[in-house]
């Protein structure tokens, strides 16, 4: 059986960490007091060419306490989502792969994100992602969708929009405050949302302006959280109060982590983190 998470429980995000095996990740997490990491494809190609089974991985989440969260990036979901050649800075990775590291390694959700491309047909998109929603819920999964403000899905309302499009109860919308900020900061949009709609929720900070490429500052520059200006706690309290029990994710972006120790990454993350929590929760 599945364990149960809630809005109490911390999530290591694997982007926190980008650059360091996934042995490393989980052990940080641990280390950090978290209850599970979420997990990219690419870090389990990375540990199987370290040697390590996917019995391997079992144990190492086993003895460290950790479980697996979220699933990310199903990029490849839509016409529109679909990568130009040469446009992916990530691999792509298909649909039925993510069903096989869920059923390995007993993953909760799967992030579907529109990475790549500014528009998007929301009835084609809403069929494709309800057709989503049917093979992970075979998987025990429930879905998320990402808004991104560069995308066809900018902002909460449109993800919501879509995510009802779908007709599926297993589809819901994932808060990131980076891309939340920097579509608008819109609170009214998050108290729209209904609590149980909301399926993941990722914290982060940023600069009150960035710069003109927002996808490069998204991937490479986030602050930990409470280190710049976006108003987390605030976002915190209104997820509260629409009722969200979604596990509060740490992603954090940053292009120094990968030369830096893992598991004192992840504790910083981990106590800014705890810090902004407590100021929004009192």
């Given at each position: ?20 095996p ?6 940080a ?10 997990i990219?494809?690419?870090d ?20 460290q ?7 990310d ?6 016409p529109?989502a679909?990568?130009r ?40 998109a809403a ?13 025990g ?10 995308s ?8 919501l ?15 990131d ?5 920097r579509g608008?900061?819109?609170l ?8 149980d709609?909301?399926?993941?929720v ?20 986030r ?10 706690a ?23 982590h ?12 981990a106590?800014a983190?705890r ?8």
């Amino acid at each position: 059986m599945k364990k149960i998470l809630d809005s109490n429980d911390l999530i290591l995000c694997s982007g926190t960490l980008l650059g360091h095996p996934l042995r490393a990740k989980i052990r940080a997490a641990a280390e950090a007091g978290y209850s599970g990491i979420t997990i990219w494809p690419d870090d389990v190609a990375q540990a199987r060419s370290e040697g390590l089974s996917d019995i391997d991985i079992r144990k190492l989440l086993a003895d460290q306490g950790q479980i697996v969260v979220d699933m990310d990036p199903l990029l490849d979901w839509t016409p529109e989502a679909k990568p130009r050649p040469g446009e992916a800075a990530v691999s792509v990775t298909p649909e039925h792969e993510f069903y096989a590291i869920a059923e390995a390694f007993g993953a909760r959700s799967l992030n579907v994100v529109q990475g790549f491309g500014k528009t998007l047909d929301l009835d084609r998109a809403a069929e494709d992602l309800a057709g989503i929603c049917d093979r992970a819920r075979d998987h025990g999964l429930i879905v998320t969708i990402e808004f991104l403000p560069w995308s066809g899905i900018p902002n909460a309302a449109v993800a919501l929009d879509l995510v009802r499009r779908t007709g599926r109860a297993n589809a819901t919308v994932l808060v990131d405050t980076w891309h939340w900020f920097r579509g608008g900061a819109d609170l009214a949009m998050l108290k729209a949302l209904p609590g149980d709609r909301v399926g993941s929720v990722q914290l982060n900070d940023a600069t009150e302006t960035g710069p003109d490429n927002m996808m490069l500052e998204s991937m490479q520059n986030r602050l930990m959280p409470g280190a710049g200006a976006i108003p987390i706690a605030e976002v915190v309290r209104t997820l509260d109060a629409i009722g969200s029990k979604a596990p509060i994710g740490v992603e954090v972006f940053h292009e120094s982590h990968a030369h830096l120790d893992a598991s004192d990454v992840a504790r910083r993350a981990a106590m800014a983190t705890r810090r902004v929590l407590a100021l929004a929760r009192g």
